[in-house]
């Protein structure tokens, strides 16, 4: 049943309506009340006597009721969110029934529709629209207007099959062109005692074109000091071009790379691969750099080398460290970790580094093949030519077959394996590695390698047995590595000004008489209850000919109780030829000071103290060597991205006091970090800075560090603008910024803090998704529009336009509603344009209006102005 409201209205509650800015709350409580229904019936003699100052309501007497027009966006299918973008909703042609989506067949096919199934749909325009609800049965669109939510139901036999979370290669972007340059530069000065400087640069670049990157890696360090000169060395790790290939769902690498680790140790070459690129399978269908930890004495210098090169330096505080932000060269190989103390003493290890069990889902075929010449750091090692190939099949029962072979002049090497996934047990796998080698001496051996690998996640129990590794290899067998040796035995070191009389440091011998026998790997973690846990990480290498071994072995916990987080650590670290092994002990805790001492809302972030931290560190060795310190710490600004400590210590054994305070910066135009530290005759400066350089066809742009996949905000004339979950970024001055470490082949959320506009800017769409490709630049586009905050007033033959009337631009930013008096709120108005006024569906109901105002306007919080609409 209608229910009408007929009856007339007295002059007090005409007048009652007619109060400014009511009428506005009426239309509102129309257009997103829910309990608005379609058998209801609104007269709009309660907004006017006269109809023709009302726009035509009839849109709004449904619940969801909406004009037509460009309405941004979220789209779910079939309850899970697709994508946030501009829809154009239209009327029917007859004017009969409501107004609903533009989806064409392209979007649609997007979506997933099985095209095949609907030859109509095929058959139509590329632009069409397509009437959903009569060309697929069951199908249906609903439109939340409060929510801006699209729901599109789609009955499954209409959808092509595809694992859950597929997104189509047709959405992969490819990216820009572009350079892009990412730069680490760190560095110390040291005085007191004596004189010494140290510095490093890491360079990055990237050259984008279509599918193609050009990439180049190098390095540099110098060290100086008085009287002991200086040393420079500048290191050409690798460039190489690489593109994927979607059809293989893989990768090609022209130039330096390193092969994979899965059934081979990695090698580096110099030549062509082509392997299989997991990340572009969905996640239901997919199947790790290492954290290296560590205890320092002092304020030390930590370097992190893979393959012989230097691919990370920081400077650390006294007592343990964790470093879990490496970007390796390879996919494999051990990193060698260098502690370097005030004193000049240092301490080495090698933190192993391997894969976890090869286990495919069943029909996955994942390969690598790879051919070019061996290529090392190392004069000692030949550059010989070898090819390499391997295959890891997925089969039934839960069982992964997998294989390979490597070959060379002086090397061949076949290898088969079979893993197991074993349920509740774990994941296992096995593999039997044959190998014939020929030696520096012209020795010819042969002998074969057995490796186990485990890994298994209690969640029941809180165990993670990320992996538990054994590899046992006869007397005869040797690595492709081995092989390309020209010595049977030797030593490299850096020396400086050309001296010979330097001490080589133990890990940097290699004597081939001693081969590999058994190693056995380590990586535990426990769930202690809810507010702790204990990790075991540790290795043990032996060698044939020796009963010395490497040992490396860490445990560790940490834990809070009531608000105080604390860590107890313990390193063990000896190696075959070093006479006595380094043990060191170390605790940590840290105190929520400001939360002691702030009051009022703890909550607040912007209040500094909510950020402070009281710390606590001691380091204890098996000589007796004891370090300990205590300090503040905590961030600073906003958004949290200005960093400080400020330690206070004390060493035993006749080293006495030291100190130590640091900065660190994370900005939009990248970071920085500064520190001053001192100890018994020394006092010391370092210093870093990192970032990117990106180049591209609208000029450059300055950011935090790179990642090998990024996303290009361009957002011209909304400068200062803040980037939703991402620390420190922001627009430039031109309106343009980088979002680094974008996921590749997912869509990636990128949003803008609308809190953050300027008062003369406004934008259409705060948030775009984009599917990056693997080591593209994409470009996540914003509209947005610097002009006048302005109250319109528009007057149509002598009197305001219709209450409710939508005003649209020329310039297509957001459109809005007239309120009393005709008057229209309008954001991001240029001085120039033209507006339409439309409050009905005959051609005589809208209206124009053109206009151009004083530069002058500009500096005023709010314009107010009349327009004649024709």
């Known amino acids: 049943m209608r229910t009408r ?12 309506l007619r109060t400014p800015g009511w009428r506005q709350i009426v239309l509102l409580t129309l257009v997103f009340s829910p309990v608005t229904r379609a058998d209801n019936y609104f007269n709009p003699a309660f907004l006017s006597d006269d109809p023709s100052a009302v726009a035509s309501l009839k849109r709004f007497e449904k619940g969801n009721g909406h004009g037509p027009g460009k309405y941004r966006v979220d789209i779910y299918l079939n309850g899970t969110f697709v994508s946030t973008e501009d829809v154009e909703f239209k009327a029917p042609a007859n004017k009969q029934g409501d107004v609903a989506p533009c989806l064409t067949r392209v979007r649609l096919d997007a979506l997933g529709v099985e095209m095949k199934a609907f030859p109509d749909i095929a058959a139509l325009a590329e632009d069409a629209c397509v009437p959903l609800a009569t060309m697929i049965p069951d199908a249906r669109t609903d439109f939340d207007f409060e929510q801006q939510h699209l729901n599109i139901s789609l009955p499954q036999a209409a959808m092509k099959q595809s694992a859950r979370g597929y997104i189509p290669p047709e959405q992969w972007d490819d990216g820009i062109t572009a350079l892009l340059l990412n730069y680490d530069f760190t560095g110390s000065n040291s005085w007191g005692d004596s004189v010494s400087n140290s510095y490093y640069l890491n360079l990055q670049s990237t050259l984008n074109i279509g599918p193609w990157r050009l990439h180049d890696y190098s390095s540099g360090t110098y060290d100086g000091g008085q009287g002991d000169g ?3 060395h500048w290191e050409h790790i690798s460039t190489y071009l690489q593109r994927n290939i979607i059809p293989l769902k893989g990768e090609l690498t022209v130039g330096d790379s390193y092969t994979p680790s899965d059934v081979f140790d990695s090698v580096g070459f110099r030549g062509v691969q082509i392997a299989s690129d997991d990340n572009m399978l969905p996640d239901s269908l997919r199947g790790f750099a290492p954290t290296v930890r560590g205890i320092a004495r002092s304020n030390a210098k930590v370097t992190v080398k893979q393959n012989g090169y230097v691919i990370y330096q920081t400077y650390v505080s006294p007592g343990a460290f964790e470093i879990n932000d490496l970007y390796p060269t390879s996919s494999s190989g051990d990193m060698d970790v260098e502690i370097a103390e005030t004193d000049g003493s240092k301490t080495t290890f090698s933190v192993p580094y391997s894969a976890v069990p090869l286990l495919q889902r069943e029909g996955r075929i994942k390969y690598a093949v790879t051919a070019g010449q061996y290529h090392t ?11 390499q190939g391997t295959l890891i099949w997925g089969l039934p029962y839960g069982m992964t077959a997998y294989g390979g072979m490597q070959h060379s002049e002086n090397y061949q090497a076949e290898s088969l394996g079979l893993g197991l996934n074993l349920g509740d047990i774990g994941a296992f796998s096995a593999d039997l590695t044959q190998a014939n080698s020929t030696l520096a001496d012209d020795s010819k051996h042969s002998g074969q390698s057995l490796r186990f690998l485990y890994a298994k996640s209690l969640n029941s129990t809180g165990t993670n047995f990320q992996l538990l590794g054994y590899r046992y290899s006869t007397q005869g067998f040797y690595t492709l590595d081995d092989t390309t040796y020209t010595q049977m035995s030797g030593y490299t070191i850096d020396t400086q000004d050309g001296k010979k009389d330097v001490e080589p440091d133990w890990t940097d011998y290699y004597d081939l008489y001693y081969s590999k026998r058994g190693k056995i790997q380590i990586n535990i973690s426990q769930q202690v209850g809810s507010n702790g846990s204990v990790y075991v990480t540790g290795s043990q290498q032996s060698y044939w000919n020796t009963d010395e071994t490497d040992n490396l072995w860490q445990v560790g916990y940490s834990g809070n109780l009531n608000d105080v987080s604390f860590n107890l650590s313990y390193s063990y670290n000896k190696a075959m030829g070093q006479p006595q092994a380094d043990q060191q002990f170390a605790l940590g805790i840290s105190l929520p000071l400001g939360k002691w001492l702030a009051s009022g809302d703890n909550s607040d972030v912007s209040n500094p103290l909510n950020n402070a931290y009281a710390t606590y560190s001691n380091s204890t060795d098996n000589h007796g060597k004891m370090t300990q310190s205590a300090g503040v710490s905590g961030t600073l600004l906003s958004d949290n991205n200005l960093s400080y400590t400020v330690q206070q210590g004390y060493a035993n054994q006749g080293d006495g006091t030291s100190g130590n305070a640091s900065l660190n910066y994370q900005g939009g135009l990248g970071n920085g970090n500064i520190g001053y530290n001192y100890g018994a005759g020394y006092q010391q400066v370092n210093y870093g800075l990192s970032g990117g350089i990106v180049a591209h066809a609208n000029g450059i742009t300055l950011s935090q560090p790179l990642g090998s996949t990024n996303v290009l905000i361009k957002a011209p004339g909304a400068s200062g603008v803040d980037i939703e979950n991402s620390t420190g970024v922001k627009t430039d001055w031109r309106g343009y910024a980088v979002v680094p470490f974008a996921t590749t082949y997912r869509q990636n959320r990128i949003a803008l803090n609308t809190d953050t506009l300027g008062d003369k800017v406004d934008i259409d769409n705060a948030v775009v998704d984009v599917v990056p490709s693997e080591g593209a630049l994409v470009v996540a586009n914003f509209a947005a529009h610097t ?16 209450f409710g009337a939508t005003v649209s631009r020329s310039d297509g930013g957001n459109s809005t509603l007239v309120g009393d008096d005709g008057q229209a709120y309008l954001m991001g108005l240029p001085l120039t344009g033209e507006l339409t006024a439309q409050w009905g569906d005959d051609v005589k109901e809208q209206c124009k209006a053109t206009y151009q105002l004083a530069e002058s306007e500009m500096n005023k919080p709010i314009s107010l102005f009349t327009l004649r609409c024709q």
């Open 230 to 232: 200086s040393a420079s």
């Open 377 to 387: 750091n190392t004069a000692d090692q030949d550059d010989q030519n070898f090819a």
């Open 787 to 802: 002009g006048l905050r302005a109250m319109v007033t528009l007057m149509h033959n002598n009197k305001p336009v219709p």
């Open 5 to 16: 409201m007929d009856t007339p209205l007295t002059p007090p509650t005409r007048a009652f």
